[in-house]
């Protein structure tokens, strides 16, 4: 009964969300104030019956229904708890359903949170992100079912889950990354609602900034977060691939980060804004792309959902709607929104649209390497793979020539500059920088790494640029306390996220130099030396642990003698499903990770171990969440939490209120 009342909400919500994309949208042109003030509590109740639908699934999984099909094929009844409610998106079906209920809760938080936006901006905002919601809603119930019942045949337990995914990670990185991945939705619903009203102005960037802040933090957040879930999960002690399906939720970063410095110029100073509506309608679509690629079936990944055709014909047709439909309304809309361009080739104003240039270059390039293989398939042309090569070759490049400019542009000044007073201002930074990528490389490794040279001078010359544009603040002030607290949420939102982007050249740099493993084949007792610490291996047990057996090896290391760590990787075989897994043993470190991988077993006792030390592999990973934080300090800002009164995006013929 619980199953099927899950899909009566799922079916009721469709229907508030085809009444929230039609009667606000037409209540905006009609000067209709009731249509349009049924916005709100249509989103809210999109939200409501969207989560009824999600929560008698979790019910399901939680209470092992194994009537359910989802549930007998992704679960078991040994299955841990915490596991059990993460399988719920461990899935095709049940990770859309997440998709949807993510959609509604950012549907419902602008219905909530937005009320000082004039009513028919408001009503024209949700109707977009409604449509957006009928679109997967459609999907989920025509195609991907998640209530699908097996009767009456049940079984009497279930299949298991991946034991891939029976991590703490698959707990919190999906949600994560698809608050961030579908958070893009309000950037686009705010371009869509503007471009249909007819008008772009400073107001419009304020309200649709700190949306795309927050959506851009959270798609930060997560994708360390599946970094870090990569790197001690899948036993290979990487942490990023440039897989296919990591660039699916690479690409919507790249142009998103893209949006928020255009925002910035766009809410400054009143330019640029039809390119910032492209770029939001970009960021979005590369969300759905990303959404296509997972779930039609046309790559093979580690994070793809198998699925069939038809689902992918489906997302297909959706996502050539909604791009095809957006771009040609930016088409006809876009001119009389166009903005005059004012501002000398020397300001900060060239140098973030600069900003703009390298992250698209960055993103079609990206998006070039992961298309290129189906391209080629579709063609007929045979099997190609793109993969570490290509994209370090023209990846990296083009961040090393965007950091410098990432330096210049907090300190350069709106509308117009000089040089000479960028040199009076940086050229101290810059001389500290050249000093330090010349003398710490030797520290590490007692010789000269001309990557990790560079990697400092950049990174120092961000950190430093950064530090120079703070006390140039506090320069006037009364005081250091003064001056400090004078500065708003969005500047030190913005010192902290370029601070982060330093940590992180540093960290992938000088891990991926200094790196070291080894791959050999160890019985107990014996030890070897890799870089400064000597492994020995101590002893080979049996464990056994909720639901799966273990061999399970221990290990000793020492530096000089000295005790650094115990460790104990393992080897799973999982008992529902016979699947067997690595889990790598790794002692982590702020300036190096220790990592321990078992193989296959060699002969008597034997077994293949993968030793590495990963030294400043941590640094990866606090610049990304360094940079998630900055995008969340924004919005603590002021002036985006002004009453209605203080409210000035206006629409043609509107009046103070808003209405037409």
Same mark, same amino acid.
């Given at each position: 009964?619980?199953?099927?009342l899950?899909? #009566?909400?799922l079916?009721?919500?469709?229907?508030l969300?085809?009444a929230?994309?039609?009667?606000?949208m037409w209540?905006?042109y009609?000067?209709h104030?009731?249509?349009m003030?049924?916005?709100?509590?249509?989103?809210?109740?999109l939200f409501?019956?969207v989560?009824?639908s999600?929560?008698c699934l979790?019910?399901a999984f939680?209470?092992?229904?194994?009537?359910v099909?989802l549930v $007998?094929t992704?679960s078991?009844?040994?299955?841990p708890?915490?596991?059990?409610?993460?399988a719920?998106w461990?899935n095709h079906?049940g990770?859309?359903?997440l998709w949807v209920?993510i959609?509604?809760i950012?549907t419902?938080?602008v219905?909530?949170?937005s009320?000082?936006?004039?009513?028919?901006?408001l009503?024209?905002?949700?109707?977009?992100?409604?449509?957006?919601?009928?679109?997967f809603? #459609?999907?989920s119930?025509?195609?991907?079912n998640?209530?699908?019942?097996?009767?009456?045949s049940?079984?009497?337990d279930?299949s298991d889950l991946?034991?891939l995914l029976?991590?703490?990670?698959?707990v919190?990185?999906?949600p994560i990354?698809?608050?961030g /991945?579908v958070?893009f939705?309000?950037a686009?619903a705010?371009?869509i609602?503007a471009?249909?009203g007819?008008?772009?102005?400073?107001s419009?960037?304020?309200?649709?900034r700190?949306?795309?802040?927050?959506?851009?933090?959270?798609?930060?957040?997560?994708?360390m977060l599946?970094?870090?879930w990569?790197y001690?999960?899948?036993?290979?002690?990487?942490w990023?691939f440039w897989?296919p399906v990591?660039?699916?939720s690479?690409m919507p970063?790249?142009a998103g980060? $893209?949006l928020?410095h255009?925002?910035?110029?766009?809410?400054?100073?009143g330019?640029v804004k039809?390119?910032?509506?492209l770029?939001?309608?970009?960021?979005?679509?590369?969300s759905l792309?990303?959404?296509?690629?997972?779930?039609s079936?046309?790559?093979?990944?580690?994070?793809a959902?198998?699925a069939?055709p038809? @689902?992918g014909?489906? =997302?297909?047709?959706?996502?050539?709607c909604?791009i095809?439909?957006s #771009?040609?309304l930016?088409?006809?809309?876009?001119p009389?929104?166009?903005s005059r361009?004012?501002?000398?080739w020397l300001s900060r104003d060239c140098?973030?649209?600069l900003?703009?240039?390298?992250?698209?270059?960055a993103?079609l390039?990206?998006?070039f390497?992961?298309l290129?293989?189906?391209l080629?398939?579709?063609?007929?042309?045979?099997?190609y793979?793109?993969?570490p090569? /290509?994209f370090?070759a023209v990846f990296?490049p083009?961040m090393?020539?965007l950091?410098p400019?990432?330096g210049?542009?907090?300190n350069?000044?709106w509308?117009?500059?000089s040089v000479?007073?960028?040199q009076?201002?940086?050229?101290v930074p810059?001389?500290?920088?050249?000093?330090l990528?010349a003398?710490?490389p030797w520290?590490?490794?007692?010789?000269?790494?001309p990557w990790?040279?560079?990697?400092v001078v950049?990174?120092?010359?961000?950190?430093l640029?950064m530090?120079r544009?703070?006390l140039?603040?506090?320069?006037?002030?009364s005081?250091?306390g003064?001056?400090?607290?004078r500065?708003?949420?969005?500047? /030190?939102?913005m010192q #902290?996220?370029?601070?982060?982007?330093?940590v992180a =050249?540093?960290g992938?740099v000088?891990?991926?130099?200094?790196s070291v493993?080894?791959?050999l084949k160890?019985?107990?007792?014996?030890?070897?030396? =890799?870089?400064p610490y000597r492994?020995?291996?101590d002893s080979l047990e049996q464990v056994r642990g909720?639901?799966?057996? $273990?061999?399970e090896a221990?290990?000793?290391v020492?530096?000089?003698?000295?005790?650094v760590?115990?460790m104990?990787a393992q080897?799973?075989r999982y008992l529902?499903?016979?699947q067997?897994?690595t889990e790598?043993?790794?002692?982590?470190?702020?300036?190096?990770?220790?990592?321990?991988?078992?193989?296959?077993p060699?002969g008597d006792?034997a077994w293949a =171990?993968r030793l590495?030390?990963?030294?400043?592999?941590?640094?990866?990973?606090a610049?990304?969440i360094?940079?998630?934080l900055?995008?969340f300090?924004t919005?603590?800002?002021?002036?985006?939490r @002004?009453a209605r009164?203080a409210?000035?995006?206006?629409?043609?013929g509107?009046?103070a209120?808003? $209405?037409i």
């Amino acid at each position: 009964m619980i199953p099927e009342l899950g899909h #009566l909400a799922l079916i009721i919500a469709l229907g508030l969300a085809l009444a929230l994309s039609v009667i606000p949208m037409w209540g905006s042109y009609k000067n209709h104030f009731q249509a349009m003030a049924l916005a709100p509590s249509l989103a809210i109740g999109l939200f409501v019956f969207v989560a009824i639908s999600f929560g008698c699934l979790a019910h399901a999984f939680l209470n092992d229904d194994f009537s359910v099909s989802l549930v $007998a094929t992704h679960s078991n009844s040994m299955l841990p708890s915490a596991f059990k409610f993460a399988a719920v998106w461990g899935n095709h079906e049940g990770s859309l359903l997440l998709w949807v209920l993510i959609l509604s809760i950012w549907t419902a938080a602008v219905a909530v949170f937005s009320t000082p936006l004039p009513l028919p901006v408001l009503a024209r905002v949700l109707a977009v992100m409604g449509f957006v919601a009928v679109g997967f809603l #459609l999907f989920s119930l025509l195609t991907s079912n998640p209530f699908a019942r097996l009767l009456p045949s049940t079984p009497s337990d279930g299949s298991d889950l991946n034991p891939l995914l029976q991590d703490i990670g698959l707990v919190i990185h999906p949600p994560i990354l698809y608050m961030g /991945y579908v958070g893009f939705s309000v950037a686009f619903a705010f371009a869509i609602a503007a471009l249909l009203g007819g008008r772009l102005d400073a107001s419009w960037a304020r309200w649709s900034r700190p949306w795309t802040n927050t959506a851009w933090a959270f798609l930060s957040l997560g994708i360390m977060l599946g970094s870090w879930w990569a790197y001690y999960e899948l036993g290979w002690g990487g942490w990023w691939f440039w897989d296919p399906v990591e660039n699916a939720s690479f690409m919507p970063w790249l142009a998103g980060t $893209a949006l928020v410095h255009s925002l910035a110029v766009t809410e400054k100073r009143g330019l640029v804004k039809s390119w910032t509506v492209l770029l939001a309608i970009f960021a979005f679509s590369l969300s759905l792309l990303g959404t296509f690629l997972v779930r039609s079936g046309v790559l093979t990944s580690v994070h793809a959902f198998a699925a069939d055709p038809t @689902r992918g014909v489906f =997302i297909l047709v959706f996502l050539a709607c909604v791009i095809g439909g957006s #771009l040609t309304l930016y088409a006809l809309r876009a001119p009389a929104v166009s903005s005059r361009i004012n501002f000398s080739w020397l300001s900060r104003d060239c140098l973030l649209l600069l900003n703009n240039v390298f992250f698209l270059t960055a993103t079609l390039t990206v998006l070039f390497g992961t298309l290129f293989p189906l391209l080629m398939d579709a063609l007929g042309q045979g099997k190609y793979s793109v993969g570490p090569p /290509y994209f370090n070759a023209v990846f990296v490049p083009l961040m090393a020539v965007l950091v410098p400019f990432m330096g210049i542009g907090p300190n350069a000044r709106w509308k117009q500059d000089s040089v000479s007073r960028w040199q009076r201002e940086l050229l101290v930074p810059a001389l500290v920088a050249l000093l330090l990528g010349a003398v710490l490389p030797w520290f590490h490794a007692g010789e000269f790494n001309p990557w990790v040279a560079l990697a400092v001078v950049l990174a120092s010359w961000l950190a430093l640029a950064m530090l120079r544009d703070l006390l140039s603040k506090l320069r006037h002030a009364s005081g250091v306390g003064a001056g400090l607290r004078r500065l708003s949420p969005s500047y /030190y939102g913005m010192q #902290l996220a370029h601070l982060g982007f330093a940590v992180a =050249i540093m960290g992938v740099v000088l891990a991926t130099q200094y790196s070291v493993e080894l791959d050999l084949k160890m019985s107990p007792g014996e030890s070897h030396e =890799i870089a400064p610490y000597r492994f020995r291996f101590d002893s080979l047990e049996q464990v056994r642990g909720a639901n799966y057996v $273990a061999d399970e090896a221990r290990f000793t290391v020492t530096r000089g003698g000295a005790l650094v760590a115990t460790m104990a990787a393992q080897k799973r075989r999982y008992l529902a499903s016979g699947q067997v897994m690595t889990e790598a043993a790794i002692d982590a470190g702020v300036f190096r990770d220790l990592f321990i991988a078992m193989g296959d077993p060699i002969g008597d006792q034997a077994w293949a =171990i993968r030793l590495q030390v990963k030294p400043f592999l941590r640094w990866i990973w606090a610049g990304a969440i360094a940079m998630a934080l900055g995008g969340f300090l924004t919005l603590a800002d002021r002036r985006y939490r @002004r009453a209605r009164s203080a409210a000035t995006l206006t629409l043609p013929g509107a009046n103070a209120s808003g $209405a037409i």
